[in-house]
């Protein structure tokens, strides 16, 4: 299931800056499963949530499918106007690569230190 809501979008158009944070977290309650996440940082310097989804399990296709959904919706193209930052986890790198080739690509400088 994915979910990005109207206002996000008119938000994004309205002057954010063009840096995409991916994430996921797993989900434990009755709901299992993991919720992959994309936010933005608005004028204010809030993070401002774009979309999410809710899969079964963390992988390079389901990250794939994520990404093509914002790219769509955002009209972000091959992303030659955004960047995106996430954590090093392989499948995920790989799917932006694929999604977005022309996006600028870099790692959380804390996941870098963590690891």
């Known amino acids: ?28 309650g009755k709901a299992r499963g993991i919720m992959l996440t994309a936010v933005r940082i608005d004028g204010n310097d809030s993070v401002y949530p774009l979309a999410l989804a809710l899969v ?17 919706s955002l009209d972000l193209g091959n992303g030659e106007t955004v960047t995106l930052i996430s ?10 690569g694929d999604v977005f080739p022309e996006a600028e690509h870099r ?9």
């Not at 790692?107 to 690891?115: D, G, L, Q, V």
């Open 1 to 28: 299931m994915y979910l990005c809501f109207n206002a996000a979008k008119v938000g994004w158009r309205q002057g954010c800056r063009p840096l995409i944070g991916v994430d996921r977290t797993f989900l434990k």
């Open 56 to 72: 079964k399990k963390e992988n390079a296709h389901h990250w794939g499918w994520f990404l093509q959904w914002p790219r769509h």
């Open 87 to 96: 954590d090093m986890q392989k499948g995920l790198a790989n799917a932006v």
């Open 107 to 115: 790692f959380c400088a804390r996941h870098i230190y963590a690891n």
